[in-house]
């Protein structure tokens, strides 16, 4: 398989694993989300990113639809966002301002 193949497989097993905590198995609770980032985002360049407030800052974004949880198509665009936010530290590009 692939390093493309094994991210995404990986990215929907890591939903799957904690989406499935409560009756909701096709989507994140407030602290499904919580527990995630808690327990997933262990490397200091994306922990410090994130306190208690911002999960429920990231659930009200992330939210698209409305229902109080984040299903996959949102749980994705959370990822994106890290990636990105990854990807402008490591090339040391800093705010809006800069161009991609």
Same mark, same amino acid.
């Given at each position: 398989?692939s390093r493309l193949e094994q991210t995404?497989?990986? $990215? @929907?097993? #890591?939903? *799957? ?5 409560? *009756?909701?198995? +096709?989507? #994140?609770?407030?602290?499904? $989300? ?16 994130? +306190?208690?407030?911002?999960?429920? *800052? ?6 698209? +639809?409305?229902?109080?949880? @984040? ?9 994106? #966002? ?19």
């Amino acid at each position: 398989m692939s390093r493309l193949e094994q991210t995404v497989v990986s $990215l @929907v097993e #890591l939903f *799957e694993e904690y989406a499935g905590q409560d *009756e909701q198995k +096709n989507k #994140l609770s407030s602290a499904e $989300l919580k527990q995630l980032l808690e327990k997933e985002l262990s490397s200091p360049e994306f922990k410090k990113k994130f +306190n208690e407030e911002d999960v429920g *800052e990231a659930m009200k974004t992330l939210d698209k +639809n409305h229902d109080g949880a @984040v299903n996959i198509r949102e749980f994705c665009q959370l990822v994106g #966002l890290l990636a990105k936010g990854y990807y402008r530290q490591k090339k040391g590009k800093g705010g809006k301002d800069d161009q991609e």
